[in-house]
């Protein structure tokens, strides 16, 4: 089965702060995205990745960015968080293929104060 | 990308079947569809995926009609255990994007 890993369930952080999201993959996947999901908006896609070190914006990239230094990791990062940043993060992995499932961690939820 | 449009929330009762549709009327000819699941604060879990006509799995199955409008995803014999949000995307064979929308929150009673 694949293990997809995200380092932290709850993180309490301040406007202001750096903070690092982490998820780990353990079935070779290429591809790694970062959603948030918010009520009523659903699921939207902040940033993806297709190899090491490529990054894609997604639909709401502002405020974020990503590293992918290697092949299972893929992190989350907001430079200096903001309370509309509060939400559910979920990192997902595909295989090598435009049209494979996704598989998802468990979330991270994130309030900034 | 072609958007997907599916009732906001559905009863039902233990034991019934549960048809869920969606209408992607915009789609293109490399388009997939696929469901997926979500539990209250997990990930999403993928479902089934299909292109045409029927695809059954050990969980659901997935009616396509011909035009390729819409689908609908079929639970037989709901439980309690099934009680979550269903997502149909409509997912690019070109590009692999794909579009999250609300959702249908299924509830099912005892």
């Known amino acids: 089965d694949v293990k997809v890993t995200q380092s932290s369930r709850y993180l309490v952080k301040r406007t202001g702060e750096k903070v690092f999201l982490e998820c780990v993959q353990d079935?070779?996947?290429?591809?790694m995205f970062w959603y948030r999901q918010d009520p009523g908006l659903g699921l939207r896609l902040i940033y993806f990745?297709?190899?090491?070190?490529?990054?894609e914006k997604g639909d709401i990239p502002e405020g974020y960015s990503v590293s992918r230094e290697k092949k299972e990791r893929f992190s989350l990062i907001l430079e200096s968080a903001s309370t509309n940043q509060t939400s559910m993060y979920l990192c997902?992995?595909?295989?090598?293929?435009?049209?494979?499932?996704?598989?998802f961690g468990e979330g991270s939820r994130l309030t900034v104060l | 990308l072609a958007k997907t449009t599916q009732p906001i929330s559905m009863d039902s009762y233990e034991g019934q079947e549960v048809n869920i549709t969606c209408s992607h009327n915009?789609?293109?000819?490399?388009?997939?569809i696929t469901w997926y699941q979500q539990f209250p604060s997990q990930g999403p879990r993928f479902i089934i995926q299909?292109?045409?006509t029927k695809v059954t799995n050990e969980v659901a199955s997935l009616f396509i009609p011909a035009d390729r409008k819409s689908s609908t995803l079929s639970l037989p014999r709901v439980s309690l255990s099934d009680t979550a949000v269903y997502y149909c995307l409509v997912v690019s064979g070109n590009t692999g994007k794909l579009i999250f929308g609300q959702g249908t929150t299924l509830q099912v009673k005892p």
């Open positions: 990745s297709y190899d090491v070190k490529m990054k």
């Open positions: 997902a992995t595909r295989w090598d293929g435009n049209t494979g499932e996704l598989f």
């Open positions: 915009n789609i293109a000819t490399n388009d997939y």
């Open positions: 079935m070779d996947h290429e591809n």
């Open positions: 299909g292109y045409k």
